[in-house]
């Protein structure tokens, strides 16, 4: 590839600026997990309204990830990836910024929306732009580095519960952002989308990226494998204090389960990206990695009595769940320039997204069949796990691969 050499070396300009991206998202999408229950006591709700509310309000956070991620691929791809990068941090930042004077449930819903559609692409686009700009054999030391400074970022948010008012929060969210706007990136957009701006395939397409079954199937796939990773943060950690409630813990701390679970996550990206380059293999780290977080997720609905045995287990599952570094790179490997930032971005933010789906099919199960939250996140979580690790054996070894190609 023609223009300035390839990163061999992790610590470059790229992965600085991507994982610092990063790590302002996780810290500013995960501050609603986090300040859920706070934010809508003060807003006057309690009781059954509390829960319904805050799934609503999660609702509408990731469909705005789903639909920002589709806005946010088709720039990259068309674009550029660093133009994503700046338009993501301007609106997440605002919005949270707004989030931090909201008085009604209404306006609430509005701004976690357009947060979401800011959030959604920043892994996308950094993760490609790392990817694009590394050696094929050390790009995964350099996403390793985005990703684990993304989990860094949601572990501050944990900790930012037990230290901050949640509109404190918000705001602090909000500023960090648009100093993240001093970080200059206009010099950093890869040799290899430009040099592919005039391959005459179509940038960005969402039509072109299903007009062949074997790729839609591909994508398909790479959602599949990561709504685990959504189901346990969003659904099991989230309402760990009503399944708590159920098992009559009443010493329950929600900081205190993500904090372990985004601890994990932390040291899973890590570990798991470390052993992805040692083993020369992304898919089967992704499937130890799944099965470990199936096992924690048994040992945490198991264990829930035990206070030391379901903290470590919150633990375990993030642990298991830290294939998310591995995960994104494969999506970013398995797709040509001319659709990489749009099924990335895509991707990354359908299998959040997925929440809006996974929500009302527990609340669906726990009408219908008369179960509790346990019993229902159990069965829903049976169905995700299966479909995840069917489409981890199914998809093919990606380590190493050329990304210099198009579809």
């Known amino acids: 590839m023609a223009g300035r050499a390839l990163h061999t070396h992790p610590l470059n300009r790229a992965v600085l600026a991507a994982g610092l991206g990063f790590f302002v998202d996780a810290f500013d999408l995960f501050l ?9 006591l003060e807003l006057g709700f309690t009781g059954e309204g509390l829960q319904l509310q805050g799934e609503r309000l999660l609702a509408y956070q990731m469909l705005g990830m789903m639909v920002g991620g589709i806005i946010s691929g088709v720039i990259g791809d068309r674009r550029g990836r660093v133009s994503v990068l ?12 707004a989030n931090a ?19 959604a692409g920043e892994l996308g686009a950094g993760i490609t732009l790392v990817g694009e700009s590394m050696t094929a054999e050390r790009r995964g030391l350099g996403t390793i580095l985005v990703a ?8 501050c948010a944990g900790l930012a519960g037990d230290l901050l008012p949640w509109r404190w929060a918000f705001a602090t969210a909000g500023a960090a952002g648009l100093l993240l706007l001093l970080f200059r990136l206009t010099s950093m957009e890869t040799d290899m989308f430009r040099s592919g701006r005039d391959g005459g395939r179509p940038r960005g397409s969402l039509s072109h990226l299903f007009a062949d079954r074997r790729r839609a199937v591909r994508y398909l796939a790479c959602i599949a494998m990561g709504v685990p990773i959504w189901f346990s943060v969003g659904l099991v950690i989230t309402l760990s204090p009503e399944i708590a409630h159920e098992h009559g813990v009443q010493a329950w701390k929600l900081t205190t389960a993500f904090i372990l679970f985004q601890l994990g996550i932390t040291f ?3 570990g798991t990206g470390l052993l992805s380059q040692a ?14 977080a199936i096992l924690a997720t048994l040992w945490f609905f198991g264990s829930m009595h035990s206070g030391v045995g379901s903290s470590v287990s919150c633990f375990a599952m993030g642990l298991g769940c830290g294939y998310l570094s591995v995960f994104a790179t494969t999506t970013a490997e398995l797709f040509g320039t001319n659709l990489r930032v749009l099924a990335t971005a895509t991707v990354t933010n359908f299998m959040r997204g997925s929440v809006t789906l996974l929500i009302p099919l527990h609340l669906w ?8 939250t346990s019993t229902s996140l159990l ?22 691969r050329d990304l210099d190609f198009v579809e």
């Open 32 to 40: 609603f997990n986090v300040y859920r229950i706070p934010s809508l």
């Open 86 to 97: 700046f338009g993501s941090i301007v609106l997440y930042s605002l919005a949270n910024l």
């Open 101 to 119: 004077f909201v008085h009604d449930v209404d306006h609430y819903a509005v701004v976690r929306f357009l947060a979401g559609v800011g959030l």
């Open 148 to 155: 684990t400074m993304g989990a860094a970022g949601a572990v």
């Open 268 to 270: 899973g990206d890590l």
């Open 279 to 292: 083993l020369r293999t992304r898919r089967r780290v992704i499937l130890a990695g799944m099965v470990l």
């Open 365 to 372: 199960i726990e009408q219908r069949y008369g179960a509790d």
């Open 379 to 400: 069965l829903t979580g049976a169905g995700v796990w299966a479909l995840a690790l069917w489409s981890a054996w199914a998809l093919p070894e990606t380590f190493g």
